[in-house]
């Protein structure tokens, strides 16, 4: 769990640094992306693990993109998902491990079922 605590604020610098450089798909350094579960209007799911974890544990990385909101009504729902899913622990909810948010770009770290 201290991997996840540590590096989250990394992975928002680096997604931060590569927007002020426009290469958006490469600043995942400590993860290795094993695919896209998913995707919408303004955000990605990936399947993630670290590479530096020798148990390739997988987790969920979803990351959003606020350039990519259409109103300000979106802010309120991602605050709104946030603060519902840091105090929500229930066996059919999949947990938040961590998250963080940086020049546009809010990642949440979730457990991968």
């Known amino acids: 769990m ?11 610098a680096q997604l931060a640094h590569a927007r002020q450089s426009s290469h958006v798909d490469s600043p ?10 998913g ?3 303004s955000a990605r799911v990936y399947k993630v693990h670290y590479k530096s974890d020798t148990r390739k544990s997988p987790y969920a990385l979803k990351v959003l993109n606020s350039r990519k ?12 998902e946030l603060r519902v899913l840091k105090c929500v622990q229930h ?3 999949i ?3 961590n998250h963080a948010s940086k020049a ?5 770290l979730f457990e991968y079922l």
């Open 91 to 93: 066996p059919f909810i």
């Open 104 to 108: 546009g770009y809010h990642c949440m």
């Open 2 to 12: 201290a991997i996840i605590e540590s590096n989250i604020e990394h992975i928002v």
């Open 28 to 37: 995942l350094t400590q993860f290795e992306i094993l695919k896209c579960i």
């Open 69 to 80: 909101f259409k109103c300000h009504k979106q802010h309120e729902y991602l605050e709104s």
């Open 39 to 41: 995707e919408g209007s």
């Open 95 to 97: 947990r938040m491990l």
